[in-house]
């Protein structure tokens, strides 16, 4: 089992920049990749950014150029740092992670809000 619980979410001014932290505790040698997630009120939950073990990454066109994913070397921590935010970027950012044997793990979310 793998636990995440992410940090760092809050309120933000249009422009403004926000890092979010997902700390993993539990059985974390077992993680694959690693993957931000955001749901708008009333939209579906969206994929932004991933990172695997190996530390390739890719984005949402959304985001590109704005985020970065990274995480530490212990793959204790996942960041993302989000730059230049946009009202359309307030959502509830979540952390997911996959394991190896395809196990699906959620963090509990934190609210980012863009707004002048």
């Known amino acids: 089992q793998v636990q995440l619980a992410e940090s760092g979410g809050g309120f933000v001014q249009p422009g403004g920049s926000l890092r979010l932290s997902c700390a993993a505790s539990?059985?974390?040698?077992?993680?694959?990749?690693m993957r931000w997630y955001r749901q708008a009120p009333g939209k579906e939950r969206e994929l932004v950014a991933f990172?695997?073990?190996?530390?390739?990454?890719d984005y949402a066109d959304s985001v590109k150029g704005r985020f970065r994913i990274s995480k530490n070397n212990a793959q204790t921590t996942l960041y993302l740092q989000m730059n230049f935010l946009k009202p359309e970027d307030t959502a509830v950012y979540y952390c997911n992670a996959d394991s190896y044997d395809r196990e699906n793990f959620w963090g509990q979310g934190t609210q980012v809000t863009v707004s002048s």
């Open positions: 990172i695997t073990n190996g530390g390739r990454t």
């Open positions: 539990g059985n974390i040698f077992s993680i694959d990749v």
